[in-house]
């Protein structure tokens, strides 16, 4: 069985990430997502193990002192992590493997070379039209809203480090987009993967 790719997704909060990662995920086959720790506390309608496993403090720094986290990083106040061997088991059983993460994270995963991951940014058509999408959402306060604008505005900074940006203007045209570079990555793996034994099968 061939390895799972990893796909790097980082977006400001509030430029639609979690909506365009379950419409690929429904309509893809082959791809897991990677569930990551957190101290932050679950928001209404999250539930542990789902969309993150949330620890205290204390579990997340001993889990850090244990090198079991890939990446980790500190995000608005809360620390999230990467579990190592969560990530491999994935990829080992053939899956491509999707990581939410900010753009710390992938910094890291880039600077440890030897993974396989293809990395994406997704971007709000503006940083006017973030700050409405995050106060039309009513999952924050205020101070909590100008953390994360402050934020957006030094991860946006971060965009061009990433081999791919979606500009999320046009939700169905984002989801296409996205599908299209997980799609295109899986061509250019084959062509390594399946080296000449795929070729032979293929040529008269
Ligand atoms: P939220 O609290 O809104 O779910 O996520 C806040 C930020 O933390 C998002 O940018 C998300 O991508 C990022 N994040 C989630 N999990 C991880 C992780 O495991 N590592 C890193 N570095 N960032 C993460």
Do not use: C
């Not at 971007?123 to 306060?141: F, I, N, T």
């Not at 205020?142 to 480090?161: F, L």
Request: charged share 30%; net charge negative; proline share 2%.
């Amino acid at each position: 069985m061939s390895k799972g790719k990893l796909f790097i997704l980082s977006a400001p909060s509030g430029a639609g990430k979690s909506t365009l990662l379950n419409e690929v995920m429904k309509r893809l086959k082959g791809l897991a997502f990677s569930i990551s720790h957190t101290t932050r506390a679950p928001r209404r309608g999250e539930t542990d193990g789902v969309e993150y496993h949330f620890v205290d403090r204390e579990t997340f720094l001993d889990m850090k002192e244990e090198g079991l986290f890939l990446e980790w990083a500190e995000v608005h106040g809360n620390f999230y992590g990467t579990s190592r061997l969560a990530v491999e088991e994935q990829a080992a059983g053939g899956a491509d493997v999707i990581l939410d993460i900010d753009v710390q994270g992938a910094g890291i995963i880039r600077g440890q070379g030897g993974v396989d991951a293809a990395y994406i940014f997704l971007a709000p058509p503006s940083l006017a039209e973030l700050e409405l999408r995050l106060r039309r959402r009513g999952l924050d306060d205020d101070e909590t809203i100008a953390i994360r604008m402050a934020n957006a505005r030094e991860e946006m900074s971060a965009s061009d480090e990433f081999e791919y940006l979606i500009v999320n203007e046009n939700k169905d045209e984002a989801v296409r987009m996205f599908e299209s570079v997980i799609l295109a990555e899986r061509a250019r793996g084959r062509r390594h993967l399946d080296g000449g034994e795929l070729r032979r099968e293929l040529l008269p």
